[in-house]
């Protein structure tokens, strides 16, 4: 049962997160929300520093997550059906070369940024966290890049072929950077 109110809790959250982006923040809805979730999370780790024992039902809840099984199991066959359920067929043929080159690079350019950004921040934070791990960090957040863009894109009305090329490279990236990811980095 206490898995049930601890996904209460999340949808109510994102819910008020939701609220505050729009009457307030007025940033597009996956920026704001990630924008205030941060926030929050760090708000939250300051305070246990401060109350060690505030959150330890929280923490255990967390540290019991099979986190890699329930995005393998769970979330990632709906991620992929809603990046691609919209995909015009021919207006990514048209566009397949750019799709290829530009996913490509850039899920490699994130990758390695986001890594590095990660590595740095763990080490000023005082975690030892490996550098292949922030990069399997980064392998596993460059995929979502395009759905922030996209919402962006569509908010200032931007031609059609470039939405369809930045929303339709996603899918492909996607599975191929969370299958090395979950298959042969952890291994090292």
């Known amino acids: 049962m206490e898995l049930y109110y601890s996904f209460s809790i ?3 959250l994102s819910a008020i997160f939701a609220y505050v982006n729009a009457r307030f923040l007025k940033l597009p809805a996956t920026i704001g929300i990630m924008v205030i ?15 060690p024992h505030t959150f330890d039902r929280f923490s255990k809840l967390l540290n019991d997550f099979d986190f890699a099984d329930i995005l393998m199991g769970g979330m990632l066959n709906f991620l992929l059906f809603a990046g691609a359920i919209h995909i015009n067929m021919s207006d990514l043929k ?12 850039s899920v490699i350019i994130s990758t390695a940024i986001v890594g590095l950004l990660t590595y740095y ?20 957040i460059s995929p979502t890049d395009p759905v922030a ?6 908010s200032v009305r931007y031609c059609k072929i470039r ?3 930045t929303k339709r490279n996603r ?18």
């Open 121 to 140: 921040a763990t080490h000023w934070f005082k975690l030892e966290v490996p550098f292949i791990q922030c990069l399997v960090f980064g392998a596993l």
């Open 149 to 154: 863009v996209l919402g962006i894109l569509i």
């Open 94 to 105: 048209e566009q397949r070369i750019p799709v290829v080159v530009f996913s490509t690079l």
């Open 163 to 165: 939405r369809t090329v």
């Open 171 to 188: 899918p492909g990236r996607l599975i191929w950077m969370e299958r090395v990811a979950s298959g042969n980095l952890l291994n090292y």
């Open 10 to 12: 999340l949808i109510v």
């Open 37 to 51: 979730a941060l926030l929050v999370s760090l708000g939250l780790f300051a305070t246990n520093n401060i109350f």
